[in-house]
């Protein structure tokens, strides 16, 4: 193993912090500026063969954010392998005669997080219907007597980690889910200021129909510069959903992105309809509630699910690597909880978010790291109550250099500089440095955080530098104290 064992590390730390370079020197002047003023600073940047490059409170437990999927996407690699598959399956229930299904159909979910999605790694909706469709037909199934029903008990538990805000809940970034998902669970809502301040804000739910929900809203018209502070409040407890807060009268109309607490529902829905498109008349849809009841989609329970389901055939996901791929360059929620829940489901049989903390430790376990070291509550980082240290951050890196998956982990991460949220980091710093630079971002009111790899210019894997930088409580706005932030990671990657 690369990794110093804990009592090396502490001494080469230690060293690190008594004789400062010019990493640690730059970090004195600027903990003390404008930018960082009240700010919890923690940073460690290691070369795999040992050395410590800088160290500034590495030791210090810190709210991580989206770094926490560096952890959900490495041990997901690790565990489960870069080619693991979601299933989905198709089967049924009850007798066929004449043509005529005396039963339900059931989309049974096995996780698969981009089905209905945009992304171009995933199946396109209707290709993949049609695959479910020629399954029934395939049968001699010509009607359905029964309903479509959508089965998302793959995930068992509630759709959320109990650690999420409240107002988080209603966004896309907090929406959550089952086994069975559709469009990563997001519900696209249309909405445009009144003519005037304290007028309604239009609100128009858009993609996916959802005909069961009850829409409302008690958002308000607000005066100019006051942005967008609109948020969906709902849960799966009911189909009722209401927009609350407050949209500038100068703001342009736009596309909210919501969460939808119904996937398994939507699936049915939207798999229904291409059915009766395409000849196979059905019932209506269902899906399975918390308590493992059918339940209609007009929120009545009708029964439980078949004792006895056959199984017409199934489909898979992309394969994972593809998955970890998206997760960590759009940073998204939806797919790492996904991958958190997954690991626990395979295993240790339970997806619950309780049990997936213990699988979760589990896997630290067989890597050599200590779980009482860290507090991971979710895959995405959502959580405050997360909190993970640079130096455990800089032991997991390291712990994944080793891993077979490791090849395909370092190509998940971005490099500054490249489309999208990194498209302006580190913006004066050379093309060569930057391209050294694999690593992944994580953000929230007051956190910013950066871990990752620093590829050396010259020497081989031991050379290269592990590094975490985090920074709690930071106020200020972002055009402060990124570019310092940018130029501690630059510095580091100077060392290299």
């Known amino acids: 193993m690369l990794a110093l064992p804990l009592g090396a590390q502490q001494r080469a730390v230690s060293r690190a912090e008594d004789a400062p370079g010019r990493v640690r020197r730059y970090i004195d002047i600027v ?34 954010a989206s770094n926490t999927k560096l952890v959900t996407t490495g041990l997901a690699l690790h565990e489960l392998g870069p080619d693991y598959r979601f299933e989905t399956r198709i089967g049924c229930s009850g007798r066929i005669e004449d043509g005529v299904l005396k039963g339900d159909v059931y989309i049974i979910g096995g996780g698969d997080p981009t089905i209905g999605t945009k992304d171009t790694a995933a199946t396109p909706l209707q290709t993949l219907f049609a695959r479910w469709k020629k399954y029934l037909s395939d049968a001699g199934i010509r009607r359905i007597e029964g309903r479509v029903i959508g089965d ?3 995930f068992d538990g509630p759709l959320e980690s109990d650690s999420w805000a409240y107002q988080d809940l209603g966004t896309y970034y907090g929406t959550g889910g089952n086994g069975l998902s559709f469009y990563r669970n997001i519900l696209d809502v249309q909405v445009a200021a009144g003519a005037k301040v304290g007028d309604p804000v239009k609100v128009t739910p858009s993609y996916p129909e959802l005909p069961w929900m009850q829409y409302g809203s008690l958002a308000r018209t607000s005066a100019k510069g006051t942005g967008d502070k609109l948020y969906l409040f709902n849960t799966d407890l009911a ?6 807060g407050t949209f500038a009268i100068d703001r342009q109309p736009k596309k909210e992105e919501c969460s939808n607490k119904f996937g398994a529902m939507t699936c049915a829905h939207y798999f229904r309809n291409y059915l009766e498109k395409n000849g196979i008349p059905t019932g209506g849809i269902a899906d399975v509630d918390p308590e493992g009841r059918l339940r209609s989609d007009v929120f009545q329970a009708v029964g439980t699910p078949a004792d006895s389901i056959r199984i017409l055939g199934s489909t898979l996901s992309p394969v994972l690597r593809e998955i970890a791929k998206i997760t960590n360059d759009r940073s998204d929620n939806f797919y790492a909880e996904t991958l958190f829940r997954a690991l626990s489901r395979v295993g240790k049989g339970s997806a619950d978010y309780l049990t997936a903390r213990d699988a979760e430790a589990a896997a630290f376990r067989r890597m050599g790291l200590d779980p009482a070291q860290v507090r991971i509550v979710d895959g995405s980082g959502l959580a405050r109550d997360n909190w993970i240290s640079p130096d455990f951050m800089c032991r997991f890196l390291r712990r994944m250099m080793d891993s077979p998956s490791f090849g395909d982990y370092a190509a998940s991460l971005s490099s500054p500089g490249q489309p999208g949220s990194y498209a302006t980091r580190l913006q004066n710093e050379a093309k060569d440095l930057k391209e050294r630079i694999l690593y992944k971002s994580g953000s929230m009111e007051g956190v910013r955080c950066y871990s990752g790899y620093i590829i050396p210019t010259d020497g081989g894997k031991e050379d290269t530098i592990v590094f975490s930088v985090m920074v709690n409580n930071c106020l200020s706005p972002s055009w402060k104290h990124l570019p310092v932030i940018d130029k501690i990671i630059a510095l580091i990657a100077m060392e290299n």
């Open 239 to 244: 189909p009722v959903a209401e927009m609350r």
């Open 31 to 64: 903990a003390k500026g404008e930018a960082l003023q009240g700010s919890v600073i923690s940073v460690l940047a290691v070369r795999a063969g040992g050395d410590t490059v800088v160290a500034y409170g590495s030791g210090q437990r810190m709210i991580p």
């Open 152 to 154: 998302g008990r793959y």
